[in-house]
């Protein structure tokens, strides 16, 4: 089993390599066109809404919840059940966010007015600011339909990740980042607002997405047409299980947008620092925490379907070693590297060496949390998996409640910095406390091996990441180097990080083939 695992989780991972490399090449792009000034914290205001709701609603609360039950119905009743539940669960969603994206596109004003209060209230005084509130509301129109596409993406890609086609919907969002390259570069020169033309891209990357997975599903013999089903049972555990997940899934979005709202108080460059810092940390997030949790969720829902507890527990053992394997070091050289990564990804065009240091302090700031981040993604799932939703909402709510209280206590003192950081102390007690309510109904708890393994990984990673800091420049110096010589001394740091890790977790013990060992305890 886990060396199925291992080979869909290294497909997931590169698959989403390729997309989030073309995010980074899109955020280039934008942040060359928009900057880090007011234009851009428009545009990531009205991108950030649907955004927000995709990772909470459709790729979040209904996939945690809509898997399991299909994992269940698959096992027990077969493909026609399961076609049929993929039909009344597509109606009844595409009738819900249909209504929601029409009152969404029409209310934008009011939506704005919720997400964007700093600049409303600057409107009301008829500010300067004001202005963003206005320019906001419009291009929030253009980018919420993004919502009505990605919904049936998501579940388009849970059914396909139900079956073991992985690739298909790791690919996916390749296409949004093209088509936000392809409106930067071609559609942007011909317009008075370049941030109108980019809003265009999220829209047509959203239709495409839709298009590009429906050949597959017909090709598995999924592609079924949307029925109403409000009162299937089916449907109905999958509403039961869906709106309390609306707040234990995302807690870590939630807690962004809540720092995206305060940011909106802050000086002008605040939401964008925060925008670009939190595109950095979501590679490594998305490359390993959320390709994991995709691969691991179906396999987890089976093994409580047929009652394998055993294989439940070696499952997500194997998940959490992996985690940590990626997003230790992860952690580590973005915290040592963020200046030299950010000026060399970001600085040119609009975006000022003052913006390099201000983004680099929240990119800081928000490490601090990264290896909680991606443990949540797996630790969460355990829950969902056995149709547990009660704990996993209460322990989103405490972490809510305890980031706004990071938050009122660290941004007086420290800004939009705080705001990071309160979104990495609650994101680490939401991982604490999901861990502890596995571990106290004895459902899962660290392995000896995986506690060796945190332990090694962490001091491996200290090491690796001492001997950069020690012989890396100032931001001036690193300045001074070029692109080309930017670019080149990246590339020795990665590659010296990756041996100088690697080699040391060998010398302390660890096996890479340590982590396709358990199929034959997962067998008994």
């Known amino acids: 089993m886990s060396g199925k695992l291992l080979k869909s989780g290294m497909i997931v991972s590169f698959m989403t390599l390729i997309s989030r490399v073309l995010g980074l090449v899109r955020d280039v792009i934008v942040a060359n066109v928009l900057g880090a000034g007011a234009m851009a914290d428009v545009f990531f205001m009205a991108n950030r809404i649907p955004n927000f709701l995709r990772r909470l609603f459709a790729e979040g609360a209904f996939s945690q919840a809509f898997v399991p039950v299909l994992a269940e119905v698959k096992e027990k009743h077969g493909d026609d059940a399961v076609r049929e539940l993929i039909a ?226 070696y499952t997500l053992d194997w998940a959490v070693r992996f985690i940590c394997l990626f997003g230790i070091p992860s952690m580590m050289g973005l915290i040592v590297l963020a200046e030299p990564i950010i000026a060399s990804v970001f600085m040119r065009g609009e975006f000022s060496a003052d913006d390099v240091v201000k983004t680099s ?27 547990d939703i009660k704990t996993p909402v209460r322990i989103a709510i405490i972490a809510m409640v305890a980031n706004m209280a990071f938050n009122l206590m660290l941004a007086p003192f420290l800004s939009y910095v705080g705001l990071a950081l309160a979104t990495a102390m609650s994101g680490t007690l939401n991982a604490y406390l999901l861990y502890r309510g596995l571990k106290q109904r004895d459902i899962y708890s660290f392995s000896n091996k995986t506690s060796w393994f945190i332990a090694k990984a962490f001091i491996a990673a200290a090491v690796m990441a001492g001997c950069i800091f020690y012989v890396m420049p100032d931001l001036t110096g690193w300045i001074a180097l070029g692109l080309s010589g930017q670019v080149l001394h990246l590339l020795a740091y990665f590659a010296f990080a990756i041996a100088a890790y690697f080699v040391l977790l060998f010398v302390f013990g660890v096996r890479l083939n340590d982590f396709k060992r358990q199929t034959n305890a997962e067998s008994k």
């Open 88 to 313: 009344k669960a597509a109606g009844t969603l595409g009738f819900i966010v249909t209504g929601v994206t029409l009152l969404a596109v029409i209310g934008s004003p009011v939506l704005m007015m919720l997400f964007g209060a700093g600049w409303f209230n600057a409107y009301l005084d008829g500010a300067p600011e004001g202005d963003k509130y206005i320019q906001a509301s419009f291009l929030l129109k253009i980018t919420f339909p993004y919502l009505w596409f990605i919904t049936f993406v998501a579940l388009s890609g849970a059914v396909l990740n139900t079956y073991n086609k992985f690739a298909v919907a790791a690919f996916t969002p390749v296409f949004l980042n093209i088509a936000m390259i392809g409106a930067a570069i071609y559609l942007a020169p011909q317009m008075q607002n370049p941030a109108e033309a980019i809003a265009w891209g999220v829209f047509l990357g959203g239709l495409i997405q839709f298009l590009f997975q429906l050949p597959f599903l017909a090709k598995a013999g999924l592609l079924v047409m949307p029925r109403w089903g409000w009162k299937d049972p089916n449907v109905t555990k999958i509403r039961t299980l869906m709106i309390p997940a609306l707040f234990g899934v995302s807690v870590s979005q939630i807690n962004l947008l809540l720092d995206a709202i305060i940011a909106s108080f802050l000086v002008t460059g605040a939401v964008s620092w925060l925008y670009y810092s939190d595109r950095l940390l979501e590679f490594p997030l998305g490359l390993f925490g959320i390709a994991i949790a995709t691969v691991i969720l179906p396999g987890l829902s089976r093994h409580y379907a047929s009652a394998s507890e055993e294989a439940f527990k």
């Open 361 to 387: 302090y929240s990119l800081i700031a928000y490490n601090t949390g990264l290896v909680a981040l991606m443990l949540i993604k797996v630790l969460a799932p355990a829950f969902y998996a056995r149709q």
